[in-house]
């Protein structure tokens, strides 16, 4: 059964702070992707990667930015936290599709809540 | 710009009854839909999805529908049981290589009543 861990359920920290979150996943996947959900507004896709070092924009990249060194981590980093950041963060991991397009599903960490005051 | 919408935030429905869910997208270069459930303080999980060659696809007491030409797609639960509550989004992927970038709704809440 795959896993993705994310370091931290609930993390609280201040305006101008630098914050890091960290997700591991257990499955060996080439792909990662770090979204936030807002009531009303669903899931927003910050950034992924889809190889180590590798790494692409979602829709909401701004005030972030992330890094992945090895396969199975993957740490979204905010350089200065505002209070607009105050968010669940949910990481994600899945395979690469299959040769015949076959595509697999996200699978999820069970999310770091952040609160910036 | 919210290219996959859920337009009902909640719903609510009796047990043994069938949960009908909605939603509808506008980019017609989506080709791969999925339905995720989520309880609250866990990540969502997967429970079904559809490619866009197919326009129904069953799985248990859940069934998703794909209706192309109204860039439609719809989850049906029955019968409805209260271990269904949970908030439920639809996500829909783009044609591209490599990574799947999945884009979401905004959820619907179903609360199953006993």
């Known amino acids: 059964d795959v896993k993705v861990t994310q370091s931290s359920r609930y993390l609280v920290k201040r305006t101008g702070e630098k914050v890091f979150l960290e997700c591991v996943q257990d499955?060996?996947?080439?792909?990662m992707f770090w979204y936030r959900q807002d009531p009303g507004l669903g899931l927003r896709l910050i950034y992924f990667?889809?190889?180590?070092?590798?790494?692409e924009k979602g829709d909401i990249p701004e005030g972030y930015s992330v890094s992945r060194e090895k396969k199975e981590r993957f740490s979204l980093i905010l350089e200065s936290a505002s209070t607009n950041q105050t968010s669940m963060y949910l990481c994600?991991?899945?395979?690469?599709?299959?040769?015949?397009?076959?595509?697999?599903?996200?699978?999820f960490g069970n999310g770091t809540r952040l609160t910036v005051t | 710009d919210q290219q996959v919408k859920q337009n009902s935030p909640s719903l609510s429905v009796q047990e043994g009854r069938i949960s009908i869910l909605n939603c509808d997208y506008t980019?017609?270069?989506?080709?791969?839909f999925l339905w995720y459930k989520k309880y609250p303080a866990e990540g969502p999980t997967f429970l079904i999805s559809?490619?866009?060659?197919?326009d129904k696809n069953e799985d248990g007491r859940f069934t998703v529908f794909l209706n192309k030409s109204a860039k439609h797609l719809s989850l049906h639960i029955v019968p409805s049981q209260p271990g269904d509550s949970a908030v439920y989004f639809c996500?829909?992927?783009?044609?591209?290589?490599?990574?799947?970038?999945?884009?979401f709704g905004q959820g619907t809440r179903l609360t199953i009543n006993p």
């Open positions: 559809i490619s866009s060659i197919k």
């Open positions: 499955m060996d996947h080439e792909n």
């Open positions: 990667s889809y190889d180590v070092k590798m790494k």
């Open positions: 996500a829909a992927s783009p044609i591209i290589q490599g990574a799947q970038k999945l884009v």
């Open positions: 980019n017609s270069m989506f080709d791969y």
């Open positions: 994600a991991s899945s395979s690469s599709p299959h040769r015949q397009g076959k595509k697999s599903p996200l699978h």
